[in-house]
Each structure stands twice: as C-alpha cells, then as structure tokens.
C-alpha cells in the first residue's frame, strides 16, 4: 500500500478508494461480518486490498474518499482485538494527521480573511468534520484533534456577510444544483452543515476532549436548533438549511418538513441534539430531542419511503435510531424500532437503480440489516456518520 507519494489513479482506482459509492464500503460489510461470525475474513481481505491497492493521499482526499477513508477502514479490522495490518494503518495515521494539519492551515488562513466557507473545507464527506471524527476514532490525544476542535469553535462564530449577521458556517454556494440558494446558505444537516458540527462536538465533550469555547460553541448551535424549530401534528422538525431572506426575515417560505433521512433531516439533528445533551447533561434538552426522534418513527412519511439507503433512507433511519435507543433509558425510541425492522424486512433490500454502494445503496443496507440481526454494530462502522 502506497499512502505518501502524489500518483496518478485510473478511474477504477480512484473509484474504489471511495466509502460512498465504491470498494472501501463493500470492505466495510464484509470486515463487519467477518468480526460478527457471518462471514469470512479471506473476504474482507480480498476486498480491503481491492480498495487500498493505490491510495490516493491528495489534498482532496477526506473521510469518504481515499487515505482517510482507507484508514478508517482498516482500523475496523481490529475489533476483535486482532492487530490487521499495523504498519499500513501507522503509515495512513501518520498521513492523516499531515493532512489534517495542511486542512486547517488553509482553513484558518480562511478564517482570517473573512471569506465564506465551502463544504470541502468542514464538511463530513471531504472536510475537516469527517477528519475530526477519524481522529476521534483513532488518535483522540493528537494534537491535530485539539487544533481541529479550535477551529470548529471558531468556524461556528456569528460573522457578518455583506451586512447581515450569519453563523460562521455559511457559505455562498448551492446545497445542490437543483435547489439554488441565492446569497447562499447555513445548512443544518449533519452531513454537510451544523448537526454535523454539534455532534462531532458533542463527541469530543462526551469523550473528555475539550478545547476554550467550546461548550459555548455547543450552545450556540443548540440554541440556533431552538430557533429554527418547526411545530407540527407529528412532531417537530427542522428545515434542511435556511437560506438569506429566510434568515433576514426570521420565516421559512415552506410548510412541511422534507424527507426523514440521516443527511438533512429531522432523524440526524434529532440524533446530534442528544448528543450534545448528554455531553451537557441537559435533561430536558435530551428528552425533547428523543420525543422528535420517536415522532419520526411513526410520522407518516415513514411509510411512503422509497428509498431503503443509509444517506436519505430507512436504513439510515434505522441506525440513527438504534444508536439514540442505546443512549437512553427512555423506551420512547426503542419501542417504535421493531415495526421499523419489520418495514426494512417487507421491503427487501433493493436499493434505487443498480446502487450497491454504501451511502445510497445496497451494501449500506445490508450493514444496517447486521446491526438488526445482531443487536449491534460490532465494528462501529458507523462512526463515519457521526451517530456513533
């Protein structure tokens, strides 16, 4: 495995090399059944050096996408206390840790020429959320995590932005092509915006890792939740971002909530919200968030996905739930799981189109079905999504 040297990758390389769509998540499912007893490990073997044949190290590089993701996907080979492949993961550590350190350079030297953000630069999929949770996950006592929590405290400070006050994760881009934010953006979803923020947050306080500011930073972002609350007969729910004349004038210009997914919506802000009530130990704060979770178990939009995926489906649905379930003693999540399962169960697992990645497709699916049958996620494979 090559994990220091600029190369140039073919398109089948590079794809492989990829969490979302390809290799590495495949190696993800069967890494996780090797350690769960339902598979074979000369398997997950056979995929792990598929994905890591030529990595890629490249400034562009992120959790989902080469050293980082390769990484991630190797230290879950030792779950069952094996140590797999010690001098490729020292090697992709050590990188990561060097890739992490250029990142934030380039992001403080942002920061201070008050330019907007990007998603590249802090989000979950190819910014410095996704190499924050790696380093929680891998070297939680590195001085790249302290660093990297500096800046998410810095990055989650109101600015202004041609006049009007917007939180400092902002950014003047689209969220999609399709739906055009003129003047930009503040996301809250937790794969590109502030749930992702607040529970990687969360994590680190939860887990004794705590930088100046950043209680405070926990706060502010919770308290931006409360504002952006939406009331309805079915629960609360949240808008997926707030563009500028919503945030000018105070209104959303929509009525509803959009899909129950992981990415977006209420199930992933729900899931960082007690989160970060746990690492606060604000009761009340984790008891409203767990009623919301519970209330998109039932809502009636749950019965009308069509999408069985990680990203926006009910396996991400599902997971997200499993893991809040497991961090409560209130049964308010636990006992709308079974009728969830049994909606995964009916549907089967055919994900939209010929999709057999992770993110969207089939091999996100079926890792949710081991956590179904096994009653836990052995390998915590889903660290990558921040809910756990």
Same mark, same amino acid.
């Given at each position: 495995?090559?994990? @220091?040297?600029?190369?140039?990758? $073919?398109?089948? %390389?590079? &794809?492989?090399?990829?969490?979302?769509?390809? /290799?590495?998540?495949?190696?993800?499912?069967?890494?996780?059944?090797?350690?769960?007893?339902?598979?074979?490990?000369?398997?997950?073997?056979?995929?792990?050096?598929?994905?890591? @044949?030529?990595?890629?190290?490249?400034?562009?590089?992120?959790?989902? *996408?080469?050293?980082?993701?390769?990484?991630?996907?190797?230290?879950?080979?030792? @779950?069952? &206390?094996?140590?797999? *492949?010690?001098?490729?993961?020292?090697?992709?550590?050590?990188?990561?840790?060097?890739?992490?350190?250029?990142?934030?350079?380039?992001?403080?030297?942002?920061?201070?020429?008050?330019?907007p953000a990007t998603f590249a630069e802090y989000d979950l999929f190819t910014g410095l959320i996704g190499f924050g949770a790696l380093l929680l996950h891998q070297a939680p006592d590195?001085?790249?995590?302290?660093?990297?929590?500096? *800046?998410?405290?810095?990055?989650? %400070?109101?600015? *202004?932005?041609?006049?009007?006050?917007?939180?400092?994760?902002?950014?003047?881009?689209?969220?999609?092509?399709? !739906?055009? $934010?003129?003047?930009?953006?503040?996301?809250?979803?937790?794969?590109?915006?502030?749930?992702?923020?607040? @529970?990687? #947050?969360?994590?680190?306080?939860?887990?004794?890792?705590?930088?100046?500011?950043? $209680?405070?930073? =926990?706060?502010?972002?919770?308290?931006?939740?409360?504002?952006?609350?939406?009331?309805?007969?079915?629960?609360?729910?949240?808008?997926?971002?707030?563009?500028?004349?919503?945030? +000018? /004038?105070?209104? #959303?210009?929509?009525?509803?909530?959009?899909?129950?997914?992981?990415? !977006?919506?209420?199930?992933? =802000?729900?899931?960082?919200?007690? #989160?970060?009530?746990?690492?606060?130990?604000?009761?009340?704060?984790?008891?409203?968030? %767990?009623?919301?979770?519970?209330?998109?178990?039932?809502?009636?939009?749950?019965?009308?996905?069509?999408?069985? &995926?990680?990203?926006?489906? #009910?396996?991400?649905? !599902?997971?997200?739930?499993?893991?809040?379930?497991?961090?409560?003693?209130?049964?308010?999540?636990? +006992?709308?799981?079974?009728?969830?399962?049994?909606? =995964?169960?009916?549907?089967?697992?055919?994900?939209?189109?010929?999709?057999?990645?992770?993110? /969207?497709?089939?091999?996100?699916?079926?890792?949710?079905? %081991?956590?179904?049958?096994?009653?836990?996620?052995?390998? +915590?494979?889903?660290?990558?999504?921040?809910?756990?």
């Amino acid at each position: 495995m090559t994990a @220091a040297t600029p190369i140039t990758l $073919t398109e089948t %390389e590079s &794809g492989a090399q990829s969490l979302a769509t390809g /290799t590495v998540g495949h190696a993800l499912l069967a890494v996780e059944r090797a350690v769960n007893g339902t598979g074979e490990w000369a398997t997950a073997q056979r995929l792990i050096q598929q994905a890591a @044949a030529r990595v890629d190290a490249a400034l562009h590089t992120g959790l989902y *996408y080469g050293a980082p993701a390769i990484a991630f996907l190797l230290h879950t080979t030792t @779950a069952d &206390g094996r140590d797999r *492949y010690p001098a490729a993961r020292q090697a992709l550590d050590l990188r990561v840790r060097r890739l992490t350190r250029t990142r934030l350079t380039s992001a403080t030297q942002r920061l201070r020429a008050s330019r907007p953000a990007t998603f590249a630069e802090y989000d979950l999929f190819t910014g410095l959320i996704g190499f924050g949770a790696l380093l929680l996950h891998q070297a939680p006592d590195s001085d790249e995590l302290g660093d990297l929590l500096t *800046y998410l405290v810095r990055l989650v %400070e109101p600015r *202004y932005h041609d006049d009007l006050h917007v939180p400092g994760w902002w950014v003047e881009h689209d969220p999609d092509p399709l !739906y055009p $934010t003129p003047g930009g953006h503040a996301n809250l979803g937790m794969a590109h915006g502030a749930a992702g923020l607040l @529970a990687l #947050l969360a994590h680190a306080t939860r887990h004794g890792h705590h930088v100046p500011g950043q $209680t405070e930073a =926990i706060g502010w972002l919770c308290g931006w939740f409360d504002q952006w609350r939406q009331e309805s007969p079915h629960g609360p729910w949240w808008p997926q971002w707030i563009t500028r004349e919503q945030l +000018r /004038t105070g209104h #959303l210009t929509h009525d509803g909530p959009g899909r129950l997914s992981w990415c !977006y919506g209420t199930p992933g =802000i729900a899931r960082a919200l007690q #989160l970060a009530a746990i690492a606060t130990r604000d009761r009340a704060r984790k008891t409203v968030a %767990e009623h919301a979770l519970a209330a998109c178990l039932i809502s009636p939009q749950r019965d009308r996905f069509t999408d069985l &995926g990680i990203c926006h489906g #009910l396996a991400g649905l !599902y997971q997200t739930a499993h893991r809040a379930a497991a961090d409560t003693t209130n049964p308010v999540i636990a +006992r709308q799981l079974p009728a969830l399962v049994d909606l =995964i169960t009916h549907t089967g697992h055919e994900a939209e189109g010929d999709d057999s990645g992770f993110l /969207t497709g089939t091999t996100g699916v079926l890792l949710a079905q %081991e956590t179904i049958r096994a009653g836990q996620t052995c390998t +915590r494979w889903d660290v990558c999504l921040l809910i756990a």
